[in-house]
T-cell receptor
Framework: NAGVTQTPKFRVLKTGQSMTLLCAQD?????MYWYRQDPGMGLRLIHY???????AKGEVPDGYNVSRLKKQNFLLGLESAAPSQTSVYFC????????????FGPGTRLTVT | GENVEQHPSTLSVQEGDSAVIKCTYS??????FPWYKQELGKRPQLIID?????GEKKDQRIAVTLNKTAKHFSLHITETQPEDSAVYFC?????????FGAGTQVVVTP
């Protein structure tokens, strides 16, 4: 099993450009999450999904949109990138009750200039 | 919402000594408290977790304690080794909405 994978690994955007980050998991997990990690701030939840076709806002959702059209995929979109969105983005998944453990992907380093 | 505070932000220990990291949380509804280890440039990986109906859990050199009344939980690493050097994150929340602490940089010196 590949576990949780993310594409791309690195990306540089200019302010105002758009892009989509793809997260895929092959563990048949119900729950999927998008986090951003900034120095000194830990991981902050952007959006999450509790099942195919569902999404919900996390702690820092502004400027991002998500979609979960297929159970195994969770897409994170930036419609108009801003320098404040420069960060490392991690996707994670978990099986759901009664298991709580989240498995993380390798991360995507995004720079917005 | 949940607010998780983690201390200290950096911790330097001699190899063989113990390391303790403490976290506090604010939301009484939180029922899951994991600890993640993140090495430089790598993804966070779960090292131990505890649920709200348990006060203490141990796995070899790692232990976690939870005090629900005081809303704090701690990670204890005994007999530290150089490979324990990493950033450690605590988290708290209900299923699906974890709030993470800011992290503790642990450096184990030989």
């Amino acid at each position: 099993n590949a576990g949780v994978t993310q594409t791309p690994k690195f990306r540089v955007l200019k302010t105002g450009q758009s892009m989509t980050l793809l997260c895929a998991q092959d563990m048949n997990h119900e729950y999927m999450y998008w986090y951003r990690q900034d120095p000194g701030m830990g991981l902050r939840l952007i959006h999450y999904s509790v099942g195919e076709g569902t999404t919900a806002k996390g702690e820092v959702p502004d400027g991002y949109n998500v979609s979960r059209l297929k159970k195994q995929n969770f897409l994170l979109g930036l419609e108009s990138a801003a320098p404040s969105q420069t960060s490392v983005y991690f996707c994670a998944s978990s099986r759901g009750l009664p298991t709580y453990e989240q498995y993380f992907g390798p991360g995507t380093r995004l720079t917005v200039t | 919402g949940e607010n998780v505070e983690q201390h200290p932000s950096t911790l330097s220990v001699q190899e063989g000594d113990s390391a303790v990291i403490k976290c506090t949380y604010s939301d009484s509804a939180s029922n899951y408290f994991p600890w993640y280890k993140q090495e430089l440039g790598k993804r966070p990986q779960l090292i131990i977790d505890i649920r709200s109906n348990v006060g203490e859990k141990k796995d070899q050199r790692i232990a976690v304690t939870l005090n629900k009344t005081a809303k704090h939980f701690s990670l204890h690493i005994t007999e530290t080794q150089p490979e324990d050097s990493a950033v450690y994150f605590c988290a708290a929340g209900p299923l699906g909405k974890l709030q993470f602490g800011a992290g503790t940089q642990v450096v184990v010196t030989p």
